[in-house]
């Protein structure tokens, strides 16, 4: 039979069966409703589950890292960022910011309020694995800025952090106290602008400290650090999508102490560093030569993963500058070693000590501190 609305019979049944399918239609998208968002939530935990996995977090970031229902992280800095005085914690929170831009994961938020105290170089370590997300991942971080400290604003002021954040510039600081730092620098791996760009530093440092540094030896440390950065760094690194560095200083008036940094996110010298002798290739094939000691014998003049450069030779510019004066210290943080040298004069002439330590968590490249108290 054939219904028409005008049909009273015929609109009943048509409407009856009309709103039983309806509801029929209503129950089945409700079930799948319930059942995708089932998935989802499971979906979202594994999610969840495999990003912390990833992060591998440890007992140095596990309270200061979260993550979101949108899979977003949110890092809490540590009060005191120092590589030498709390470098598992300082270098456990700048990997994981590195490995959330690996994963090309989200920030929800990096906050800066409980920081109180961060060295230069540790400074200029965060400012680069900022740059780095920046590039590699975008979007925009919204620090609450009023909430810093104000020795800590002034200090991310200063090195560049307000526009590599694109934070509108504080209206008033107080001013600057014993330490002045200087805006941290970037380089491309082939920048035919690097040398130009060490004799910038070298040009604003003199600016701050006069004329007593050792510019001849400073220039040519700064200049040998950015050639290995090009020959040996990112070398055998194909998965590395940024191939930078980053270069800043920092100077203290009251102890006239003058400290160079210099970082890249390479592949760490301990890795291009050759097994030049058979108990070396032995000691490396069971894991048994630390990366402190490859920097060491990275020292040595003639080491070198080129045969057409050698890298020992190098380093020694590094030790030559901070040699140049009273007092000097030079650090060199590679994967998870550092090796130093502290030089001090007195009537006797200079005194040289050696420091080797090797760490659980990698600092995640090259990070080389010259630091030297002027004459």
Known sequence: MITTRHSRKSFAV??????????????????????????????????RFWLETALDLNDHTRSSVRTTKEHRIIIDLP????????????????????????????????RFEKIRYISPAAALVLASEVDRWNQVVGGKLRPNTEAWHEDIQRLLFEM????????????????????????????????????QIAKQLRQEIENIVGGSIKRHFLFEGLSEAITNVSQHAYSSSK?????????????NRDQRSLCVIFYDQGVGIPETLPSSHLYEFIKDAFHRWPDSEKIQAAMVVGRSS?????RGKG????????????????????????????????G???????????????????LIEWSVKLD
């Open 14 to 47: 048509t409407g009856n069966g009309g709103r039983r399918h309806w509801r029929n239609n209503w129950l089945l998208h409700r079930d799948r409703k319930n059942r995708d968002l089932r998935a989802g939530m499971r979906r979202g935990k594994r999610e």
């Open 160 to 195: 560049g952090y307000f526009d590599l954040l694109h934070l509108p510039q504080p209206d008033q600081l107080s001013p600057t106290k014993n330490t002045t730092f200087l805006k941290f620098k970037r380089g491309d791996l082939h920048d035919p602008n690097a040398g």
């Open 315 to 346: 380093l020694q510019n590094l030790v030559e500058f901070a040699q140049s004066h009273r007092e000097g210290v030079l650090s060199i943080y590679s994967l998870r070693g550092l090796y130093q040298m502290l030089n001090k004069r007195n």
């Open 306 to 310: 080129n045969e057409g450069v050698e």
């Open 79 to 110: 009060e005191e960022l120092d590589f030498e005085a709390n470098y598992e914690t300082t270098a456990s929170h700048f990997r994981i910011l590195r490995l959330a831009t690996n994963l090309k994961s989200r920030l929800k938020t990096l």
């Open 239 to 251: 998965d590395i999508e940024v191939k930078q560095w980053w270069l800043s200083a920092s100077y």
């Open 348 to 366: 006797a002439g200079p005194v040289i000590t050696t420091v080797r330590k090797d760490h659980e968590t990698s600092v995640g490249g090259t």
